[in-house]
């Protein structure tokens, strides 16, 4: 769970529920991250034993199909149901049963198909090299595909019937009511339709329109050169992307530094075409927003989940604001790491090391403890959904690294892991539990058609979860060293979910705000803007931390932002959590029950008036000033140990 490149975080296959009728573009732009990260990812290491491929440590996919075979039986029939719903085209309009009826039909099946997809994915990422797994995920890939072309037509004509005449058939048939909230949402849009045949030519153009990540992830990952050096004893590596990500966390600092220079130095040699391929991803998506009329490219990215842009730009504000606690966090890393002077190749070691393991047991146990704050009712379903055979959870050869949940509506959440007993394993374990927990709840209380929520809202359970299991870890530890253990890595999470990711919120604004203002983007430019952010956020000026030009080339690599206005939602997501674990923990049922009711509601409202009903307003202040807040309490923690 590498939170902070966020090119080998907990992945999750983020389509489906409302499969039908969503756009191609935004099904491919949820495949498309999940590709990138798993090429970027060195195989795991086997430590497979024997007990680790007991029955018990290795999912049961029965109850999502009994067999291959009768997952391919669902396969073609759901292919086979397709023609039925080109058949209602033409027919939404005609009145409130024929619409409830055509609507039912489709619910049916997109669940048929995400069944498909779910018990496909899940399979082939327990072994990526297994041939049988990986046609049946390109067919299920396939399949949802096709049903995205044979719906295609539902939402032109939904916004054709017009909003008086939908409002009247809800009105009129009991049976609407939760295909509501996804009609008002396809008339919402309307303003920001385009004719059918600009459509059709937008979406007949998407490939080429998408080209550039395929070009930077081409060249980022195979055509570049990586250069060889050679380590302290005499051993050489070639310094790739995945030799960076392990090699930056050495204890020796002339490694980090030889690291850092090779990686960033090569890196820097492509920053002419690198600049034109951010900058075509960077232009496609300012000329798509004002094709559909958005104000700006930000605005349009957030009007698909009814985010006000005021969220975003009060993020970046607050981060802001909080840089002196992040340069407080930098100052005592120094101390702890007994350096001279501070330089950016020094942000990735441990200040600490612990020597303990943390079993699966031992995990479920713990997180079952530290979620206690969260009640009685959340604690029965956690304990209950853990001791069943819905984790896939040791690494083994072939398998995809990292850790997800996904599932399908109606069955308990699946869980994907590679738990190697140690405290980040036991800390993933507590986050894809508050995933699997967040949609248990919503599928619990709401319909099919209502229970998946978006990205805005879907790191917000995790992260919650996280918090509790270190305040609970610190309130129990048994040395000092332990506790600083917890309250380190709680801080270098706070830094690479938090400040890291709204400094890449911060880069894509100001890319795209200098597009909109007519400037032309090249590499160097982009490398200028880049460089600012780095020297801003770690305190250059201040004499916090230096920042050697040479590793602004950083901005080339970061692969998520050719998928802007998305990583943002990190940064909100753990400020949510932060507020929502402080609240909690102060006590009081009123804001563990506001807590809940929001995983409950699924995707039944908007993220924004959802939050704010829990007493949460994101276009505030509030969230974000809780995380610096407690950002400042574990430094103070810190120190006062330290101090001892
Ligand atoms: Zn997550």
């Given at each position: 769970m590498d939170r902070d490149s966020m090119t080998q975080h907990h992945h999750r296959p983020h389509f489906a529920r409302r499969l039908l009728g969503a756009s191609a573009i935004a099904l491919a732009a949820a495949l498309a991250p999940l590709?990138?990260?798993?090429?970027?990812?060195?195989?795991?290491?086997?430590?497979?034993?024997?007990?680790?491929?007991?029955?018990?440590?290795?999912?049961?996919?029965?109850?999502?199909?009994?067999?291959?075979a009768s997952w391919d039986a669902a396969r073609k029939q759901a292919l086979a149901d397709l023609p039925s719903l080109d058949a209602l085209k033409g027919t939404l309009g005609k009145d409130a049963a024929t619409l409830r009826a055509a609507m039912d039909r489709m619910s049916k099946v997109g669940h048929d198909v995400e069944r498909v997809l779910v018990y496909a994915y899940l399979q082939y990422s327990t072994d990526t090299r297994n041939n049988a797994y990986?046609?049946?995920?390109?067919?299920?890939?396939?399949?949802?595909?096709?049903?995205?072309?044979?719906?295609?037509?539902?939402?032109?004509?939904?916004?054709?019937?017009?909003?008086?005449?939908?409002?009247?058939?809800?009105?009129?048939?009991?049976?609407?009511?939760?295909?509501?909230?996804?009609?008002?949402?396809?008339?919402?849009?309307?303003?920001?339709?385009?004719?059918?045949?600009?459509?059709?030519?937008?979406?007949?153009?998407?490939?080429?329109?998408?080209?550039?990540?395929?070009?930077?992830?081409?060249?980022?990952?195979?055509?570049?050169d990586w250069p060889e050096i050679t380590l302290p004893d005499g051993t050489k590596r070639k310094v790739n992307q995945?030799?960076?990500?392990?090699?930056?966390?050495?204890?020796?600092?002339?490694?980090?530094?030889?690291?850092?220079?090779?990686?960033?130095?090569?890196?820097?040699?492509?920053?002419?075409?690198?600049?034109?391929?951010?900058?075509?991803?960077?232009?496609?998506?300012?000329?798509?927003?004002?094709?559909?009329?958005y104000p700006t490219a930000v605005a349009a990215s957030l009007a698909n989940n009814d985010i006000p842009e005021s969220v975003y730009r009060t993020l970046v504000a607050e981060a802001n604001k909080g840089l002196?606690?992040?340069?407080?966090?930098?100052?005592?890393?120094?101390?702890?790491?007994?350096?001279?002077?501070?330089?950016?190749y020094d942000i990735y070691p441990s200040l600490i090391s612990l020597d303990k393991k943390f079993t699966l047991d031992e995990s479920r146990t713990t997180t079952l403890a530290a979620v206690k704050p969260l009640g009685k009712e959340y604690g029965d379903m956690l304990a209950a959904l853990t001791a069943k055979r819905t984790m896939h959870v040791y690494p083994s050869e072939g398998k995809d690294s990292g850790a997800y949940h996904w599932g399908s509506y109606g069955l308990d959440p699946y869980i994907f892991l590679n738990h190697q007993d140690d405290y980040n394993s036991m800390s993933t374990y507590a986050h894809e539990w508050g995933h699997g927990m967040h949609s248990a709840?919503?599928?619990?209380?709401?319909?099919?058609?209502?229970?998946?929520?978006?990205?805005?809202?879907?790191?917000?359970?995790?992260?919650?979860?996280?918090?509790?299991?270190?305040?609970?870890?610190?309130?129990?530890?048994?040395t000092k060293e332990e506790k600083l253990f917890y309250l380190g890595q709680s801080l270098e999470g706070l830094r690479g979910t938090f400040f890291r990711q709204t400094m890449f919120a911060e880069f894509e604004l100001a890319t795209h705000d200098a597009v909109e203002r007519g400037e032309a983007l090249s590499g160097s430019k982009m490398k200028d803007?880049?460089?600012?952010?780095?020297?801003?956020y770690h305190g250059d000026a201040e004499g916090v931390m230096k920042i050697d030009?040479?590793?602004?080339?950083?901005?080339?690599?970061?692969?998520?932002?050719?998928?802007?206005?998305?990583?943002?939602?990190?940064?909100?997501?753990?400020?949510?959590?932060?507020?929502?674990?402080?609240?909690?923990?102060?006590?009081?049922?009123?804001?563990?029950?506001n807590y809940l009711n929001v995983l409950k509601a699924g995707g039944s409202e908007y993220p924004y008036p959802?939050?704010?009903?829990?007493?949460?307003?994101?276009?505030?202040?509030?969230p974000y000033q809780a995380l610096v807040r407690r950002m400042d309490a574990t430094i103070d923690q810190m120190e006062k140990l330290l101090a001892e």
């Amino acid at each position: 769970m590498d939170r902070d490149s966020m090119t080998q975080h907990h992945h999750r296959p983020h389509f489906a529920r409302r499969l039908l009728g969503a756009s191609a573009i935004a099904l491919a732009a949820a495949l498309a991250p999940l590709a990138s990260a798993a090429a970027q990812q060195a195989a795991p290491a086997s430590t497979e034993a024997p007990a680790k491929t007991d029955p018990r440590y290795v999912w049961d996919l029965t109850p999502i199909f009994k067999d291959d075979a009768s997952w391919d039986a669902a396969r073609k029939q759901a292919l086979a149901d397709l023609p039925s719903l080109d058949a209602l085209k033409g027919t939404l309009g005609k009145d409130a049963a024929t619409l409830r009826a055509a609507m039912d039909r489709m619910s049916k099946v997109g669940h048929d198909v995400e069944r498909v997809l779910v018990y496909a994915y899940l399979q082939y990422s327990t072994d990526t090299r297994n041939n049988a797994y990986q046609e049946r995920w390109s067919l299920a890939q396939a399949l949802s595909a096709q049903a995205q072309a044979a719906t295609a037509w539902v939402s032109p004509e939904v916004q054709g019937v017009g909003a008086e005449k939908i409002a009247s058939f809800i009105k009129a048939d009991a049976g609407l009511s939760k295909h509501a909230f996804r009609l008002n949402d396809i008339l919402r849009l309307k303003a920001h339709t385009l004719t059918p045949e600009t459509e059709a030519a937008l979406a007949a153009l998407g490939p080429v329109l998408g080209s550039a990540s395929n070009t930077y992830s081409a060249l980022a990952n195979a055509d570049i050169d990586w250069p060889e050096i050679t380590l302290p004893d005499g051993t050489k590596r070639k310094v790739n992307q995945s030799a960076y990500q392990s090699l930056r966390q050495n204890d020796d600092r002339a490694v980090r530094k030889l690291v850092f220079d090779t990686f960033w130095t090569k890196f820097g040699q492509y920053a002419t075409t690198m600049g034109n391929t951010l900058g075509a991803a960077v232009q496609t998506g300012t000329i798509d927003a004002k094709l559909r009329g958005y104000p700006t490219a930000v605005a349009a990215s957030l009007a698909n989940n009814d985010i006000p842009e005021s969220v975003y730009r009060t993020l970046v504000a607050e981060a802001n604001k909080g840089l002196p606690t992040l340069h407080r966090y930098f100052k005592l890393r120094q101390k702890m790491l007994k350096l001279p002077d501070l330089y950016y190749y020094d942000i990735y070691p441990s200040l600490i090391s612990l020597d303990k393991k943390f079993t699966l047991d031992e995990s479920r146990t713990t997180t079952l403890a530290a979620v206690k704050p969260l009640g009685k009712e959340y604690g029965d379903m956690l304990a209950a959904l853990t001791a069943k055979r819905t984790m896939h959870v040791y690494p083994s050869e072939g398998k995809d690294s990292g850790a997800y949940h996904w599932g399908s509506y109606g069955l308990d959440p699946y869980i994907f892991l590679n738990h190697q007993d140690d405290y980040n394993s036991m800390s993933t374990y507590a986050h894809e539990w508050g995933h699997g927990m967040h949609s248990a709840l919503a599928s619990k209380n709401q319909p099919y058609e209502l229970a998946n929520y978006s990205l805005f809202m879907a790191e917000i359970a995790s992260t919650t979860n996280e918090m509790l299991l270190t305040d609970y870890l610190v309130s129990k530890a048994k040395t000092k060293e332990e506790k600083l253990f917890y309250l380190g890595q709680s801080l270098e999470g706070l830094r690479g979910t938090f400040f890291r990711q709204t400094m890449f919120a911060e880069f894509e604004l100001a890319t795209h705000d200098a597009v909109e203002r007519g400037e032309a983007l090249s590499g160097s430019k982009m490398k200028d803007i880049y460089c600012g952010l780095l020297k801003k956020y770690h305190g250059d000026a201040e004499g916090v931390m230096k920042i050697d030009e040479k590793y602004c080339a950083e901005w080339a690599f970061i692969p998520h932002f050719y998928r802007p206005f998305y990583v943002f939602q990190y940064a909100t997501s753990i400020s949510a959590g932060t507020y929502f674990a402080e609240q909690i923990s102060k006590g009081g049922a009123k804001a563990r029950d506001n807590y809940l009711n929001v995983l409950k509601a699924g995707g039944s409202e908007y993220p924004y008036p959802l939050l704010k009903k829990a007493g949460l307003d994101m276009a505030t202040a509030a969230p974000y000033q809780a995380l610096v807040r407690r950002m400042d309490a574990t430094i103070d923690q810190m120190e006062k140990l330290l101090a001892e």
